[in-house]
Structure formats: structure tokens, C-alpha cells
């Protein structure tokens, strides 16, 4: 064992479309608990790259390889649904939405628990013992309104939600799969840079104990906030390292930073 403690792997990674290559030989490690942000021009390749990971598209070579909730030698999960992925641990939120806006804050907290807790457990288990069950998920449940700090609004209907608490519940839902690495996909799409600010350091102060893999457009946050940034171009990783070490790459200057 070497003195890194890798969750995620890509190896080779490609992905076509059609005569397209979207992704191009991808070789991406995460570190376990890193935050680390994705970044690169429109079109470089980013949400493909997350839909590969997430299971959401098929790759077409190379393989992914993800440790899970052990500390064990990552396996390959390339072959697997996007279902299974969630359940060994991969989490993604934002531009999918997973809120029900006709639900209040606590029955949607509480649909995200119960979704992966049955998965575990088989249906028929459950069955034989659901009381148990209840009073597990409930306290689950509470547990996660706490720590996104909607325990005020919790029956309150999602679709009423101020625009900051809507934020909390998308983190709430994606940390009632007990997630042990998070992709988020420009949760700060539209918003003001006061905004993106306090996202980002809320999804930092809650999603704490997970690995982190963002893309965000606002590089100054970036360089700020990650513990490393990795950087897209033409579906290449074109550079990896600390934000020091991007903010001075030639290569991502000349191909991104502008100079
Ligand atoms: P980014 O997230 O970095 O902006 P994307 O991963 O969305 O980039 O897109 C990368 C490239 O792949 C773009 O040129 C896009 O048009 C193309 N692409 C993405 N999805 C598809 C698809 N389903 N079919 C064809 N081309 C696609």
C-alpha cells in the first residue's frame, strides 16, 4: 500500500458520441476525503465525465474502479447500474433534481432515506420487521433535517421553499443516501456570486465526512476552496494539481485561463 487512499479510479476512460470523442482517455484519482473541482471550457467534457462515473452513460472503453464504504483496493463498477452505484456509495445531486416539490421538506428527507435503506435490506425483510424500520428511518430522518438546518421548515411544502432552503434540501436528499463520494454539477448554476459563495461552503460544512467532486464556474471560488482541481479540454485532462500548481500551468493558461 502506498501513502494514498484512492475511492475513485478512472483508467482509459473514452466516450464517443458518434464520431465525437467527448471523453478521451481519461485517467482521473480521487483521493478519499479530497474536494476536488472539475473544470475546463464549454463543451470539454465535464457532465459527460460525471455521467460515466454516475453510471448514467455507457463507456465506451476503459474501466472505473470505486472503493465504497471500505477501505479495500477500489473494484470495477463500470458495468454497473446507476442504481447499484448509489447503493455502494456515489451520490450525485443538482442538475437532477430528486425533490418532490408537492412534498414537505421532511417527507422528501425521509423518501431519499427509505430509498436506499430498502435496497439494503430487501423488500420481504422489511416487511417482517417494520416498525423497527420506522422508528430507524424516522431518527435518520431528523438526524439529516439538523444537519442542513431545516428543522424549522421541515413541514413545510418544497415548492414554498426560499431559495437557500431548497439548497439545503438538495443537500439533505443527497446525504440521506449516505453518500461516500458526492458529484455535484454546478449546484450554483444561475446564481449570484454571493450566492455560489455561500453553496459551496455550505456543501463543504455539511458534506464533511465525504469526498467531493465539483464543477463550478467560478474559478476564483475554485482556486480557493479545493483541495485540488483537475482540468478538461477537448475531453483530455489537460492538468492536475493543488490550485497554486493550476493557477500557474502554462497549459492551462494558454488553453483556458486566458493567458
Ligand atoms: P461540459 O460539461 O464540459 O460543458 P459536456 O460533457 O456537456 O461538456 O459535453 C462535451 C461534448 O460532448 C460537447 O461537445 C457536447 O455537445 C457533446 N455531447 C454531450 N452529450 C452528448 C450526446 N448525448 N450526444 C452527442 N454529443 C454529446
Same mark, same amino acid.
Do not use: I
Given at each position: 500500500p502506498n501513502n494514498t487512499d484512492p475511492i475513485l479510479r478512472t483508467e482509459g476512460l473514452v466516450k464517443r458520441f458518434g464520431e465525437f470523442t467527448a471523453t478521451d482517455h481519461v485517467d482521473l484519482e480521487l483521493e478519499r476525503g479530497e474536494f476536488r473541482s472539475l473544470i475546463g471550457p464549454n463543451g470539454a467534457g465535464k457532465t459527460t465525465l460525471f455521467n460515466l462515473i454516475s453510471g448514467a452513460l455507457p463507456v465506451t472503453d476503459g474501466e472505473i474502479y470505486f472503493a465504497g464504504r471500505d477501505d479495500e483496493e477500489p473494484t470495477a463498477i463500470? %458495468?454497473? %447500474?446507476p442504481a447499484e452505484r448509489v447503493r455502494r456509495g456515489i451520490g450525485r445531486s443538482f442538475q437532477i433534481s430528486n425533490i418532490f416539490g408537492g412534498l414537505s421538506v421532511r417527507e422528501n428527507v425521509r423518501l431519499a432515506v427509505q430509498s436506499v435503506n430498502r435496497e439494503e435490506i430487501g423488500l420481504l425483510e422489511s416487511l417482517f420487521r417494520p416498525t423497527d424500520r420506522y422508528d430507524e428511518i424516522a431518527a435518520e430522518t431528523e438526524r439529516i433535517l439538523e444537519r442542513v438546518g431545516l428543522e424549522s421548515v421541515a413541514d413545510v411544502t418544497a415548492n414554498a421553499l426560499a431559495y437557500g432552503d431548497r439548497r439545503r434540501l438538495e443537500i439533505g436528499v443527497v446525504l440521506a443516501t449516505d453518500p461516500e463520494l458526492v458529484l455535484l454539477d454546478e449546484p450554483t448554476a444561475g446564481m449570484s456570486v454571493d450566492e455560489t459563495r455561500e453553496t459551496i461552503e455550505l456543501i463543504q460544512n455539511v458534506l464533511v465526512d465525504q469526498t467531493l467532486l465539483l464543477i463550478e464556474h467560478d474559478i476564483e471560488l475554485v482556486m480557493e476552496l479545493s483541495d485540488r482541481i483537475s482540468v478538461l479540454n477537448h475531453g483530455e485532462l489537460l492538468a492536475e494539481g493543488t490550485p497554486n500548481q493550476i493557477a500557474s500551468n502554462q497549459a492551462v493558461q494558454d488553453a483556458y485561463l486566458g493567458g
Open positions: 463500470t %458495468s454497473l %447500474s
